[in-house]
Nanobody
Framework: QVQLVESGGGLVQAGGSLGLSCAAS????????MGWFRQAPGKEREFVAA????????YYVDSVKGRFTISRDNAKNTVYLQMDSLKPEDTAVYYC????????????????WGQGTQVTVSS
């Protein structure tokens, strides 16, 4: 089985920062690109950021470039998302998953979703 546990969300004022963590188990972590996805109420889940298995290549949706940083520690089977200069439009439940690129877009590639972690940014 694959287990994903997200943590680190919370309530923050616009301009503030939060750091998210995703602990993964059940597969060979180093072999997978990992991504962060988010879903706001009433909206579809969207891609936020991805990182290759080696940690050497990262990718971001345009709306978070320059503000979010994805990283990973393969020894700990953990992927991180550092979020700075947060905006109210970043409010969503954030999820992690393995990720795969099709064309120019990234999509979740695993069958299992964790509970996610809520990020709320106030005006």
């Amino acid at each position: 089985q694959v287990q994903l546990v997200e943590s680190g969300g919370g309530l923050v004022q616009a301009g503030g920062s939060l750091g998210l963590s995703c602990a993964a188990s059940g597969r060979t972590f180093t072999s997978y690109a990992m991504g962060w996805f988010r879903q706001a109420p009433g909206k579809e889940r969207e891609f936020v950021a991805a990182i290759r298995g080696s940690g050497g290549m990262t990718y971001y949706v345009d709306s978070v470039k320059g503000r979010f940083t994805i990283s990973r520690d393969n020894a700990k089977n953990t992927v991180y998302l550092q979020m700075d200069s947060l905006k109210p439009e970043d409010t969503a439940v954030y999820y992690c998953n393995s990720a795969r690129k099709y064309g120019s877009n990234w999509y979740p590639n695993g069958d299992y979703w964790g509970q996610g972690t809520q990020v709320t940014v106030s005006s």
